[in-house]
């Protein structure tokens, strides 16, 4: 077991990573507060300056991250029913930015290193998790869009 009064040090690398973290929720915080949801459900991106989805201009087909930044601001608007229902991955998007937050809080706290445990994440199963909630979001936002599901 190890002495809590002997010296430890951090890598650099995890002053950044938990920067980074808490930058990104605050950021988040802040575009989910700042912007107005649109009602169509999608197209608040719209307002930080971004073109229209060129999908949606072009085919009525929806990108994957369609909504993403409308079920943000909705749930930051205190809607998170009307969040789920607009894009399930924004909300999704919100979890995972709290949790790597807390997460990377509580190794800073524990005296841990966030950078060095990273490599040690479950990577392979975390990216296509990811990646399959994202498709799954994808085709229920085309659903939603296309009216199959009412």
């Known amino acids: 077991m190890s002495d809590p009064a002997a010296p430890f040090e951090r890598s650099r690398e995890h002053y950044l990573v938990l920067f980074g973290a808490w930058l990104a929720l605050l950021g988040l915080c802040g575009i989910g507060l700042a912007l107005t949801p649109d009602p169509r459900g999608f197209g608040t991106h719209e307002q930080l300056g971004f073109q229209p989805c060129l999908p949606v201009r072009l085919w009525n087909v929806p990108c994957p991250g369609c909504g993403v930044t409308t079920a943000v601001a909705l749930a930051f608007h205190a809607q998170p029913l009307a969040s789920l229902r607009t894009q399930p991955f924004g ?34 199963v975390l990216l296509p998790g990811g990646v399959l909630l994202l498709g799954g979001c994808w085709i229920y936002k085309l659903a939603r869009m296309r009216g199959w599901l009412g």
Do not use: E, N, Q, S
Not at 104 to 114: F, I, P, V, Y
């Open 91 to 124: 909300l999704v998007t919100i979890l995972a930015v709290v949790g790597f937050a807390l997460f990377t809080l509580h190794k800073h706290l524990t005296r841990g290193d966030a950078y060095r445990v990273l490599p040690r994440l479950p990577w392979r």
